[in-house]
């Protein structure tokens, strides 16, 4: 169905988040068909701009066939094209249609963890690029029936409340997001002095040593909607407990109630409720994706509810996250891994983040 705020949409992504220009090659990377409005705004607009816009639809989901059915070397194998495309696309946009949210759960996770690590070179080159400027990146995801479902609502309602976590319904969606980067700025001028983040709550007790590092905004340039300031903490100084109380989806998977316990910036115990064996066997992908990459302190302030999908759970404002695997070389991260696990801590149910010893995050309460 037509909204004319698809429009808005596509204009924030094109002029904001992407800022596309006369020659870019852009690709719109969507999963599936029921966001065709959005995309043909964005195609439109990506037109008018001057960019060579191109869109890739992966309207099946294949994940369960192919793993139940690949040999060793379909299983490994890279395609050429893909990595024509990491050497020459200016910008990506990522579409995100959740389809079958479960589609995962019968999969062999071992043999995820070996086509990942087969990909791990390819997926480096492109985070890294994308680290650098080089490659203009922006996720977003199209409210579906599907994860509408998953998140307790009616089409209706989920899509209403997508609209607002990006701000959609303002008047100049643009001059709030412009606003909000100026916000973020000031924030990371705050916390770019701290040495130390220790993290307090039901069964946590952790330290994170971020020392030297640069803290970076996503103000909706990164993912759409943004609301996070994030830094990658030092690879061998996290020490403590922590016990993730949102569940999190990765590959398919839904993974509850999961306890890390961290000696010397690693992993060295790990425990959940539902999906253990999951867990492990991201955490033995390869050799960093048992560190944190990320520490992230979430500020969307119209994201109150969790939903199951990272790109608003992360952003709740009152909540912090941490990312196994993958850093930030900006922001003077060092580890390396095919993995990128995002995992929700709220605040907002009781706990408490101090920087260097000072509260600045109390019961889902900012305080710098």
Known sequence: MWDPRFERW????????????????????????EAQPLVEAVYRRALEVGAH???????????????????????????PHEEFEVDHVHALLTIWTPGNLRAGTAIDPARQAKAARAREALSRKWMEKVDRGEIRWTGTLFPTLTQAQESGMSLRRFREFVFHALHLND?????????????????????????ELHLLGEGTDLRVRVEGRKWISDDGRLNFPGGEVF???????????????????????????VRLVF?????????????????????????????????????????????????????IGGTVHMALGHAFPQAGGKNTSALHWDLVFDLRQGGELRADGEPILVDGVLKI
């Not at 980067?181 to 990371?188: E, I």
């Open 10 to 33: 596509a204009d924030v992504l094109v002029r904001y988040c992407l800022s596309l220009k006369e020659g870019d090659i852009f690709k719109i990377d969507v999963g599936g068909v």
């Open 53 to 79: 816009p191109y869109v890739r639809v992966s309207p099946f989901d294949l994940g369960e066939i192919f793993y139940e059915t690949a040999s060793e070397a379909q299983l490994t194998f890279v395609f």
């Open 171 to 195: 008047p100049d969606p643009l001059a709030y997001w412009k606003e909000k980067g100026k916000a973020h700025a000031r924030m990371v001028e705050r916390l770019s002095s701290v040495r």
């Open 231 to 257: 830094t990658s903490p030092l690879e061998h100084a996290t020490e403590g407990v922590v016990t993730f109380n949102l569940p999190s989806m990765y590959s398919g998977r839904e993974v509850e109630g």
């Open 263 to 315: 000696e010397e910036g690693r992993v060295v115990k790990a425990e959940a409720r539902k999906g253990e064996a999951f867990l492990r066997e991201m955490l033995a992908l390869d050799e960093g994706a048992s560190r944190l990459g990320e520490f992230a302190i979430g500020t969307n302030e119209n994201i109150q509810s969790y939903v199951g999908h990272t790109l608003f759970d992360e952003k």
